[in-house]
């Protein structure tokens, strides 16, 4: 969202920039990250493959929220459990 005093339309430009730098943070486009998973996970096994697509779109989740918060806009929050999960 949008942070206090900013209009949608430099929301839109925060937003743009932020896009760009996700991608370089994270490895590149999501194409060469997602032919690197399989390419992985061809030569040691799927699961490796799956592996490198999370780790690329954590990356990219990751730095584009620093990035957003860091230009003034709010971030999505998590709010705690009220109750915690079931112990195993």
């Known amino acids: 969202m949008p942070g206090p ?3 949608f339309e430099q929301f839109q ?6 896009r ?3 991608l370089q943070q ?5 194409r060469t990250a997602l032919a690197q998973g399989i390419a ?6 799927a699961s490796a493959g799956m592996s490198a697509g ?3 779109q954590r990356r990219y ?15 999505p929050r ?9 112990r195993r």
Do not use: H, L, W
């Not at 430009?13 to 932020?18: F, G, L, R, T, Y």
């Open 40 to 45: 992985t996970g061809a030569a040691i096994g």
């Open 54 to 56: 999370y780790g690329f």
């Open 78 to 86: 998590v709010s705690p459990s009220s109750t915690p999960p079931p």
């Open 26 to 30: 994270a490895g590149g486009p999501p």
């Open 5 to 7: 005093d900013k209009s």
């Open 61 to 75: 989740d990751v730095a584009d929220e620093q990035c957003m918060y860091a230009k003034g806009n709010d971030t």
């Open 13 to 18: 430009a925060d937003d743009a920039v932020c």
């Open 20 to 22: 760009q730098r996700s």
